[in-house]
């Protein structure tokens, strides 16, 4: 008989060992954290995936926009109408991503800046000024919108 040799997961954001991975689920929580974790394939010819973090997920896939429409409205090729919608979102979506975080941080007592993961005081003081940044963000995004409509 063969023993099982598969690796256990492990969370992409605090890097603890998960116990399992829901057979067939794209995407679960981790149970230290509770941040959102996705499966990405890793190889196109191999069954491997990677564990990812949303959060992280989000924000790499956030910058390039926020940076091009900077980049189309300094060459002129995007109204300040359009480039205030553009600014408005992504303040909505990274607020969102921050209130998320913040209060994941908040319930868990583990937060991560950077690389450095930390769980103590420090973290639960960092995870509030996340949701309140967060909330400040999407407020300022709503209005933001709504000025444009």
């Not at 990812?52 to 189309?72: T, W």
């Not at 800046?113 to 309140?132: N, Q």
Request: net charge positive.
């Amino acid at each position: 008989m063969r023993a099982n040799t598969q690796a256990r997961p492990r969370c992409a954001f605090c890097g603890d060992f998960m116990p399992f991975w829901p057979p067939g689920a794209p995407a679960t929580t981790c149970t230290s954290c509770r941040r959102p974790l996705i499966l990405f394939p890793a190889s196109l010819r191999h069954a491997r995936y990677r564990i990812l973090s949303v959060v992280d997920v989000a924000k790499v896939i956030l910058l390039p926009v926020v940076g091009g429409a900077v980049v189309a409205f300094g060459l002129a090729r995007m109204t300040p109408l359009a480039f205030a919608n553009v600014v408005s979102i992504a303040l909505l979506v990274w607020g969102t991503i921050d209130v998320w975080d913040g209060t994941s941080g908040l319930e868990s007592g583990i937060d991560r800046v950077r690389r450095k993961i930390r769980s103590d005081r420090t973290a639960k003081r960092i995870s509030i000024a996340k949701t309140l940044f967060g909330g400040a963000s999407i407020a300022l995004g709503a209005v933001g919108l709504l000025m444009m409509s």
